[in-house]
């Protein structure tokens, strides 16, 4: 029997192919397959059950762009978050997301079901592709198998998976893997230019998914330069012109990201970052990645990050020693021209673009950062349980091999409940925030959340506790400003809600909801110029923002400028249709005696909410004046039926049917 624990450190021959994979697919095959298929799939069937929270309330249930294809333009040339607020550069640019957000959402709506199974599909796929890639790569079907498996069971993976906002890592580590798979195929293959093009679209799919993709073409070369190294090398000329295509297409990307779209800034946060601490600060954030792609330890929904101003920090210290480590280890494994230095190199290279501090978004250290690294860590501790496996062979140990089996088997059901378990975090909002609030009692951020969302459920006490929270350990938490500031709006207390308001304006000028609810608590005291200032002010900074075009409509109409107010409602249809919006429009056209093209306004406002009672009535009023009367009162009952004691309509639904008899 030939030791299989070589196999790890066997370089790719030219042309080798692995027995099998030109040929129909067997019964037996297709059980394997399908048993791949669940493997991804089972350990998250859970989640499908899970709500929209977090960013996906925003990013889904209240983004514009994915009410209609019209959006096509801005979802790929403009930021992410564009449909909240304008940016002059684009940090994070990630079209393929809002594309696949849009598919959906026009499929089915924003249905939670609908967006969790798409996140698991997409999971499913990248768990097949790992093993056909891992079994060419490493020639090894063994070898795949034990690395699928330790990739669909680690635990690390469950907000990639059950967040459906971070579908970009998943999207990404698909397409990567797909473009790495079509590069595998030029060697040896007759339709060259076919499989380098199918490559280099997928490369390109990548880099539409999420930035860090930029380093696919770094992986490819260490790839290559592990087969250099090996047995049958090629003049290395030829692995050179085999990537050059992805160079140049990674150099095109670059420059359209940073001179089209306008680069990537630094956070606002940590603009004073030095040089010295973000060297610093990346080396600990090393450390702490490799310490939760081998101990995932407990959920995480967010990390604090303190950035490290000492060499003699302990966290620099565990992260220079995850580097030295890995530095042995590569010069041993490339000494004995081992395939497995380029497991390091992959557990490795995408993790670089996350490590500077000071471009990262609030949450600098995050655990989905790890799903397309963790393939590398998967293939080294596959490779290692290879090995173990072929020397108890070798050395006779019989005891061993039950014993190393019995305990892959406990820990692969451990893992499988830690991510079941883990999957539940991401059930709901409170459920969410409690675990952040139990890992960072001090995180203003999730007391900022779990307030708007005590508010959202009519908990108002709970809510203004929990924002005060978050100002008391975050005074700059422009969020919990602002939502205090709606909180004493709500009650008229104008001069109250116009300090908080403009405390959050202060701290984040360039807020654009902050700018509207000041403009509605200005307009609310009297001072009409200074609230038209601010509304102008939001609209400018998020022209897309529905909310704010019907609000500064709805203060035109108060001040007698009609035609300013139909634009403004306009303006806002543009962008999505509203019953607000419509029923604004219809009212205005109903004062005007346009009968035909009130009741068409209505009726859409109608179509889009059948229980909005001003629509009704509105519906019923112009159909009265136009002779209907039982349509009228129709649609006057249906009204009634969600606001019984209006007696305006109460009222004209019996001189109606006075009429009729």
């Keep these: 029997m030939a030791n299989p624990s070589v196999v790890i ?14 040929r ?37 249930v209240e983004n514009p762009f994915l009410r209609s294809f019209h959006f096509l333009g801005p979802i790929f040339t403009t930021s992410v978050w564009s449909f909240q607020v304008k940016h002059a550069t684009v940090t994070y640019y990630r079209p393929l997301m809002s594309l696949s957000y849009l598919l959906i959402y026009q499929l089915v709506g924003p249905v939670p079901y609908a967006f969790h199974l798409a996140s698991v599909l997409l999971h499913c796929s990248v768990v097949i592709l790992l093993f056909f890639v891992t079994r060419r790569v490493f020639e090894s079907e063994l070898l795949a198998w034990i690395s699928v498996l330790w990739f669909a069971l680690h635990p690390i993976h469950t907000e990639v998976v059950a967040w459906v906002a971070a579908v970009p890592d998943i999207q990404m580590t698909f397409f990567l893997l797909l473009a790495f798979w079509f590069y595998l195929q030029l060697e040896g293959a007759t339709r060259r230019r076919w499989w380098a093009a199918a490559s280099c679209a997928c490369f390109a799919l990548a880099l539409l998914s999420k930035e860090p993709a930029v380093v696919f073409p770094g992986i490819v070369f260490a ?20 990537q050059s295509p992805l160079w140049v297409l990674s150099g095109i990307y670059l420059y359209f990201r940073f001179f089209v779209l306008s680069g990537i800034v630094a956070n606002s946060v940590r603009t004073n970052m030095t040089t010295r601490e973000i060297v610093l600060s990346a080396v600990s954030l090393f450390g702490s990645y490799m310490q939760k792609v081998v101990w995932p330890g407990t959920a995480g929904a967010a990390y604090k990050f303190r950035t490290t101003m000492s060499a003699s920090d302990p966290r620099f210290v565990a992260g220079a020693a995850c580097l030295c480590a890995l530095g042995v280890a590569l010069y041993f494994l490339l000494r004995r021209r081992s395939m497995a230095a380029f497991a390091i190199a992959w557990l490795a290279f995408p993790l670089l673009p996350v490590l500077d501090a000071k471009v990262m978004a609030s949450n600098v250290f995050a655990e989905r950062y790890l799903y397309l690294p963790s393939i590398g860590f998967c293939w080294l501790a596959a490779g290692l349980v290879q090995h173990l496996w072929g020397k108890a062979s070798v050395l006779k140990w019989r005891i061993f091999r039950p014993v190393l089996s019995s305990t892959a088997a406990v820990a692969c059901l451990v893992a499988t409940s830690d991510v079941i378990s883990r999957n539940a975090v991401w059930h709901d909002g409170p459920r969410l925030f409690a675990a952040m609030l139990k890992q960072d009692p001090a995180n203003a951020t999730a007391h900022s959340d779990l307030g708007a969302m005590y508010w959202n ?38 001069a109250e809600a116009i300090d908080y308001f403009r405390r959050a304006v202060d701290v984040r000028p360039g807020f654009p909801k902050a700018h509207a609810h000041l403009a509605d608590a200005l307009a609310g005291l009297g001072d009409s110029p200074a609230a038209e200032r601010e509304y102008l002010k939001a609209i400018d900074l998020a022209p897309f923002d529905i909310e704010t075009h019907n609000a500064y409509a709805k203060f035109c109409a108060s001040q007698g400028r009609v035609q300013e107010a139909t634009e403004q ?47 009704h009535f509105g519906l019923a009023e112009s159909l009265a004046k136009m002779g209907k009367s039982n349509d009228a009162i129709r649609h006057y009952e249906r ?21 009729l008899h």
């Design 639 to 659: 009204g009634l039926e969600t606001d019984p004691k209006n007696e305006a309509a109460l009222d004209a639904v019996a001189k109606l049917r006075a009429a």
């Design 24 to 60: 129909p697919i067997t019964r037996p095959e297709l059980l394997r397959y399908i048993s791949l298929f669940a493997l991804g799939f089972l350990p998250y069937l859970n989640t499908l059950w899970n709500g929209l929270v977090y960013d996906d309330q925003y990013q889904i």
């Design 223 to 242: 790839y290559d330069l592990m087969r250099y190294f090996g047995p049958n090398p090629r003049p290395f000329p030829a692995y050179l012109r085999d």
């Design 569 to 615: 409602y306009r303006l806002s249809l543009s962008v999505a249709p509203t019953s607000e919006a419509l029923d604004a429009l219809g009212r205005i056209a109903l004062d005007s005696t346009q009968l035909n093209g009130a009741d068409k306004l209505f009726q859409e406002a109608v179509d889009i909410d059948p229980f909005d009672s001003a629509a």
């Design 457 to 494: 459920t009519f908990r108002r006490k709970d809510a203004i506790s929990e924002w005060s929270k978050a100002l008391s350990e975050d005074p700059s938490n422009f969020f919990a400003l602002d939502n205090l500031g709606i909180a004493a709006l709500t009650e008229k207390r104008y």
């Design 9 to 22: 450190h066997a370089a790719v021959k030219p042309g080798a192919r692995v027995r099998g994979l030109s």
